[in-house]
């Protein structure tokens, strides 16, 4: 009872804060009612209810329903049937927070830390908090269903989404993607998992031509989107701009009707991505359900096309169901719980600490890291990332933050007032580099702003290589934190003692970044994906498979996609796929592998011990090497388990990693199946993609 009138009471304030920062604001959110699962109706139920409304529909009431409307208050949304008790459907985009719906003005949100940081964290438990906040703030926002998560696999770092991403590899994506989809779900909001399928790259996305084997596709690009619909029961799903094999995806019959719906038994509903439908007859009947923004193709011209019976009635029908039924299951049909006030401060707490976890250190000579705060005296702070905050990237994810806390405020916060801190955006150089040399120690907050709608260059924006090398030249006691969306290139790498990657930190970047640099938070991030040491390290290298020749992107690379290729073709990158230091140590030890008899399945256990002086958390990683495949072999490693594990110093944890018979699978383009590779694998355990010091064997039949 105490608890619940501190936690109304905490929020009445932060509607308060909210309504004092931004004027006449009209915020509303808080505590979830029930999640909608617990409405009590099984799909089954759903489905036959669904069915009863959509016999009473007339074609015109059924056409209505097949697409979205521009309407005043924005244009993410279908409108109901009042004579039939259907409800309207709301959409608020992701997935880095809630917010841009297309209502305008856009009302602000809890800008999240990017979702490449959220990967970063290698933590479900914490992907399921991040969706639990924004499936929270989407009922506030009033929609009844997120935009999110974006699972596309950073298959080059250029990519402009890299940051809604969840980094290169499908394992760690789909692991991060199942539990943030349950997040968002389990507070009655339907989630939308996008773009399928392999929305790779912005440059030409809206008719570039893929051509992806399918093995690729199975191995590479699918497994994040099977376990989002298999586990993770997504509600939705956006279809996505590119084609994939000759198909745009939103009509591609393979795709949607054949692994999605038929395979993978996916009895949510399609939406297509906004404007990424392009025909009528072919994507009715091969497996879109709802045409978004408007409706070009599924308004008058599906109206026509049904009239001519090129589409079956009953194929309608079939689409509504799908939608009704899934929105009754989430409680849509029913009366709507009453929106309350985002708790800011609350949301904004969780979000540090997401944003903090996913801060992953790249190099720290003589552990200059964490600050000494006792010994400073004076710090000179440079950089436009250091009179601002990163809060997100650009386009449809972008978020307006309820509040923000600069990179000052926050280091302010843990430093204290007796240590002289001065800031400096950078734009003039020598003065950036005389300060740094007046000053005991320099930080350096560098980053970008990559955006949906083009793709970026590997290089910092502006002069901001420049600006490290003279700071570092003017005092080697620097520190660069770099705040960006993607890997990028770091030609100062040996010229400076520390780097923290952090991402776009979200609206708590201040305080999330100063919590890293002084220790309050012991670093545990590691990258979700490779960090190359140049542009030809990169797919880049060869045009025809990015960003594409004649219309056309060649998938030649196949599986070696991220770390595989590299591992592949034995070249080392700047940073591994799967890296991050910490302000302790850790070792690995006592590799055991327990088969079960008769499956195709095993267990990994094995020691993770802090050997250091602090309390931190490791993520121990599993990689598998398969045997040799007679239609070829798989990439040398490929992750297939990790665990976070927190240890104080001097503490071992044993942890126990289980295998399915996926783990040990490739996909047979010749059983179009997934297939046991028989023969011995490697297992390798350690804490990164290039660093496993237990190794062990297991042998398939
Ligand atoms: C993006 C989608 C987004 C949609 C609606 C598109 O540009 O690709 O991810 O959900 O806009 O804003």
């Given amino acids: 009872m105490k608890n619940q009138t501190r936690r109304f009471s905490l929020q009445k304030a932060c509607a308060l804060e909210v309504s004092l920062f931004t004027g006449a604001l009209l915020v ?105 906040i924004e499936g929270e703030e989407s009922r506030s926002l009033g929609s009844e269903l997120f935009e999110s998560p974006d699972i596309n696999i950073a298959r080059v770092p250029q990519g402009g989404r890299v940051f809604e991403s969840f980094g290169e590899d499908p394992y760690l994506d789909g692991r991060i993607a199942v539990a943030a989809i349950e997040g968002v779900q389990n507070t009655g909001i339907m989630a939308n998992v996008k773009h399928y399928l392999a929305n790779n790259q912005e440059s030409d996305r809206k008719s570039i031509e893929e051509e992806i084997s399918e093995r690729a596709l199975r191995e590479i690009y699918m497994p994040a989107f099977e376990a989002s619909i298999k586990e993770g029961h997504s509600a939705s799903l956006m279809c996505a701009y590119p084609r994939v094999n000759g198909a745009f995806n939103c009509e591609n019959a393979p795709l949607l009707k054949g692994v999605l719906k038929q395979e993978w038994g996916f009895d949510g509903f399609v939406l297509s991505d906004w404007g990424a439908t392009h025909s009528t007859v072919p994507s009715a009947l091969n497996g ?195 705040k960006t969306g993607s890997a990028i290139l770091m030609p100062w790498i040996d010229d400076v003692p520390a780097v923290l990657e952090a991402w776009y930190p979200g609206e708590e970047d201040g305080n999330a970044v100063a919590s890293v640099l002084v220790g309050d938070v012991n670093p545990s991030g590691k990258l979700p994906l490779t960090f190359p040491r140049s542009v030809d390290q990169t797919l880049a290298a060869n045009p025809e498979q990015y960003p594409g020749v004649d219309g056309a992107v060649h998938y030649s690379e196949g599986l070696d996609v991220g770390y595989r290729g590299y591992a592949a073709h034995s070249v080392t990158p700047l940073f591994p796929f799967g890296y991050g230091l910490s302000y302790t140590q850790f070792s690995f030890s006592d590799l055991k592998i327990l088969q079960q008899s008769g499956g195709a399945s095993a267990t990994a256990s094995f020691t993770v011990t802090n050997t250091g002086q602090r309390a931190g958390a490791e993520v121990a990683q599993l990689y598998l090497g398969f045997p040799s495949i007679a239609e070829g072999n798989e990439p040398p490693v490929q992750l297939k388990g990790f665990r976070k594990v927190m240890l104080n110093p001097g503490e071992s944890k044993t942890v126990e990693l289980k295998l399915d018979a996926r783990a040990f699978s490739y996909w047979s383009v010749k059983a179009h199946a997934w297939q046991v590779a028989p023969g011995e694998f490697q297992v390798l355990v350690g804490d990164s993609s290039a660093d496993t010091p237990l190794k062990s064997t297991v042998t398939m039949q």
Avoid: C
């Fill in 288 to 482: 879109l359900d709802l045409e978004m923004p408007t409706g070009v193709y599924f308004g008058d011209a599906l109206r026509k096309a049904v009239d001519a019976g090129q589409v079956p009635v009953a194929d309608l029908d079939e689409m509504l169901v799908r939608r009704f039924a899934k929105m009754m299951e989430f409680g849509d049909f029913g009366s709507q719980p009453k929106p309350e006030p985002i708790p800011a401060f609350e949301h904004g707490a969780i979000a540090r600490r997401i944003a903090s976890q996913g801060i992953v250190l790249l190099k720290n000579d003589n552990s200059l890291l964490p600050l000494d705060a006792k010994s400073i005296k004076t710090i000179t702070v440079i950089g436009p990332y250091a009179v601002r905050p990163n809060t997100g990237g650009g386009g449809s994810s972008h978020v307006i933050p309820l509040y923000t806390i600069t990179p000052y405020d926050g280091l302010m916060a843990k430093l204290g007032l007796q240590i002289h801190v001065t800031v400096l955006d950078g734009s003039d150089i020598q003065a950036a580099a005389d300060a740094a040399k007046r000053s005991q120690m320099a930080i350096v907050m560098v980053g970008d702003q990559d955006s949906e709608g083009r793709d970026q260059s590997l290089e910092l924006p502006a002069a901001q290589n420049q600006l490290v090398e003279a700071v570092a030249k003017a005092n080697p006691k620097t520190i660069v934190v770099v």
């Fill in 28 to 132: 509303f959110a808080g505590e979830p009612t029930l999640p909608a699962q617990q409405t009590g109706m099984t799909h089954t139920q759903a489905v036959a209810r669904a069915k009863q409304i959509v016999a009473k529909m007339t074609l015109d009431e059924k056409i209505t329903e097949l697409h979205g409307i521009h309407d005043a208050t924005g244009y993410r949304m279908v409108p109901g049937v009042p004579r039939l008790g259907i409800p309207a459907l709301h959409m608020t985009n992701g997935p880095a927070g809630v917010g841009p719906g297309g209502a305008s003005p856009q009302p602000p949100a809890t800008a999240m830390p990017a979702p490449i940081a959220l990967a970063a964290t290698w933590d479900p438990d914490l992907a399921h908090e991040y969706g639990k």
